[in-house]
């Protein structure tokens, strides 16, 4: 079983600029969220896609979208990069609980700097 | 989502257990307790989630108080692998329960 998978590693950006983050689901999984992690902070979250439909979003401005495939992968793309964007953006996919809720399984995330 | 209250950090020496405590003195009836932990430079991972019964897994035990109002994660064994920062989250479990909403967690160190 293949984890998530996410891409690039690293990747250095100047403010203005746009940037796209990629992320493979786990095998089976057809829901992604993505976050924020700042540097010492607790993962934010921005938003959730589920079969390819956005499923709620956090405290984040529009400059930040996200799409979902048919495979279920998922693109995070910001526009107008400002400095403050400089962060670990997270990938997670999910897998319900019988109970209800889920459990979430992160990718390693992809470390975006911009200058 | 209900607040958690965690110490920002705790130290530990390897082999011995670990008892990683939780305060959610405003949680809800159908919350869940759930816990995360993140490696260094790694995405966080989940560890367990419990109702109100403790819990036991592979890696760890949840201990919950009755009233509900507080929780333990324990590491029974703790490896220099276990250092990490652990996430105690409340997650309701109706509707569209769809976010995790970390806190600041706890940084637990091992010592050799």
């Known amino acids: 079983e293949t984890g998530v998978t996410q891409s690039p590693t690293h990747l250095i950006k100047t403010r203005g600029q746009q940037v796209t983050l990629r992320c493979s689901s786990q095998?089976?999984?057809?829901?992604v969220s993505w976050y924020q992690q700042a540097l010492g902070q607790g993962p934010q979250f921005i938003f959730q896609y589920y079969r390819e439909e956005e499923n709620g979003r956090g405290n984040f401005p529009p400059r930040f979208s996200g799409l979902q495939f048919p495979n279920y992968s998922s693109e995070l793309n910001v526009n107008a990069l400002e400095l403050d964007d400089s962060a670990l953006y997270l990938c997670?996919?999910?897998?319900?609980?019988?109970?209800?809720?889920?459990?979430?399984?992160f990718g390693p995330g992809t470390r975006l700097t911009v200058l | 989502d209900a607040k958690t209250t965690q110490p920002n950090s705790m130290e530990s020496n390897e082999e011995e257990p670990v008892h990683l405590p939780c305060n959610h003195s405003?949680?809800?009836?159908?919350?869940?307790i759930h816990w995360y932990r993140q490696l260094p430079s790694q995405g966080p991972e989940y560890v367990i989630h419990g109702l109100t019964s403790n819990v036991n897994n592979r890696m760890a035990s949840l201990a919950i108080a009755e009233d509900r109002k507080s929780s333990t994660l324990i590491l029974h064994r703790a490896t220099l692998r276990d250092a990490a920062v652990y996430y105690c989250?409340?997650?309701?479990?109706?509707?569209?329960?769809?976010?995790?909403?970390f806190g600041k967690g706890t940084l637990l160190t091992v010592n050799p």
């Open positions: 095998s089976g999984h057809n829901t």
């Open positions: 989250i409340l997650r309701y479990s109706g509707g569209s329960n769809y976010k995790l909403t």
């Open positions: 997670a996919s999910s897998a319900p609980l019988a109970g209800g809720g889920d459990t979430q399984y």
């Open positions: 405003t949680i809800s009836g159908t919350d869940y």
